[in-house]
Every structure is written in structure tokens, then in C-alpha cells.
């Protein structure tokens, strides 16, 4: 009832399939390994640009949400008669009747003058060590 084989059988079996492991059969299979494995390290490369893009969009998004809400303030600042009198004080520089303005003004320093030259080597010298 068993099933037995003889060594005649072997070559037969293997006959079979031997166009399997064929030299023209493994070329095309390391051909198809190859493309593969170029084509994943593409969509890799592909896959990491589309995030780096990402990143910068959602930093652009960001400050031009920063930019919005600045400006949505200076135009709710601006809507007030406070607010545009504020303005027009900052930018123009300008008072009411009866107002008196203050201009602080820092006081002008003066550069050491050197009589001779060899005050000028000495300075010279100090600034090197």
C-alpha cells in the first residue's frame, strides 16, 4: 500500500520542473527583483519630498494665519476714532491744539581725536591684542 520511489524516478521528476531553475529563468526573476526594488526606493524618495513640502506648507500656513489675525486686529483697532487718532499720532508725528510734545534727543558721542602718530600705532596696537 506504500508508495515507493526508485532513483530512476528522480531525474524524471525533476525534469518537470527543471525549466524552473533555469539560467534564462533566474535572469528574468533577478531582472523583475531589481526593477522592483528600483521602483520602491523611488516611491521612498517621492514619499519623503511630498512630507519636506508638507512641512514648509504647514510653516507658510501658519504665518499667514499669524498674519491674518494681525492684520483682523489692526483693522478692528482701526475702526474706532481712538484707534485711527492712535495711528495717525504714530505715523505723522502729530498733536492736538493745546498739546504739547517732548523730543528726547541722545546725546552725540564724540570719537577721541590723536594728536600724533603715535597714538594711532599705540590704538593700533591695543585693538590687534
Known sequence: MGYTTTME???E???KKGWLYSIP???VLIILVLGF???SIAMYKG???AKDREGVATGRLEGLMERKNFLESSIGRLS???GIEQALRE???VRRPGEDMIILVSPEIEEP???SSLGVIKNWFNQIF
Open 25 to 27: 529563468v533566474l535572469i
Open 91 to 93: 505715523k505723522f508725528n
Open 9 to 11: 524516478d528522480f531525474p
Open 80 to 82: 474706532s476714532a481712538e
Open 13 to 15: 521528476k525533476r525534469g
Open 37 to 39: 526594488g528600483r521602483s
Open 113 to 115: 581725536v590723536y594728536d
Open 47 to 49: 514619499a519623503k519630498d
